[in-house]
């Protein structure tokens, strides 16, 4: 489970070897339901949720475990299991509280940094999308949203399931190569709190105790 907590949470999706690239394909109402969503988010001054992690393979969820996660423009906080990320808009603090270390790195081409929204971005350039039609999830009837890789990076589709009426995520879905599964479920949302000034700020002073390293 740790190793699946840290290749999603470090924000490592690396992208593998490029092999045919096709031309993308993005179905208009998939489009339109991904836009709005996107600028619904966007115009916000900043959201929360509390999610259910899953993970597994071969199609199946074998452990679930609690996370928060908070946003505001570019920046966000992830907090999972014993495993806290921080991106302050310039780089990201991965903070390991039972090794007790702490890396930090600036985000770049070849990487993606975890958001459970990430994909209402990314989408735009690395992903064919198609609309899958209507499921039921928590009792919502949700759109569902398929995406597949453009090219080579380790995924074989993504599922993405959403609330049109409220433009929220519900659910992600995330297939790879390898047959392993991680599922993020939107439990509770929030939008536009007084959040702590500092919310974002890496304080060293709380982890003078930890192995720090830069990469």
Do not use: H
């Amino acid at each position: 489970m740790k190793k699946i907590i840290s290749k999603i949470v470090v924000g490592t999706l690396v992208v593998g070897s490029i092999g045919f690239v096709q031309a993308q394909k993005i179905d208009a109402k998939a489009k339109k339901i991904l836009d709005d969503i996107t600028a619904n988010y966007n115009s916000k001054k900043n959201s929360y949720f509390k999610f259910a992690f899953g993970s597994g393979m071969n199609g199946a969820v074998s452990k679930t475990e609690p996370g928060i996660y908070y946003s505001a423009g570019n920046k966000y906080k992830l907090k999972i299991m014993e495993t806290e990320q921080i991106f302050d808009g310039n780089k990201i603090y991965n903070i390991n509280t039972e090794d007790m270390e702490v890396t930090v790195a600036k985000p770049n081409a070849n990487s993606t940094m975890f958001s459970p929204i990430n994909y209402l971005t990314t989408y735009r350039k690395d992903y064919n999308v198609v609309y899958g039609g209507k499921k039921a999830v928590d009792g919502v009837n949700a759109d569902l949203i398929k995406l597949t890789p453009v090219k080579a990076n380790g995924l074989k589709y993504i599922y993405l399931y959403v609330d049109s009426a409220k433009k929220q995520m519900l659910k992600l879905e995330q297939y790879g190569n390898n047959k392993d599964i991680s599922v993020i479920a939107i439990k509770e949302y929030k939008e536009n709190q007084q959040l702590d000034p500092n919310m974002f700020v890496f304080d060293k002073a709380k982890f003078k105790n930890y192995l720090v390293t830069e990469l």
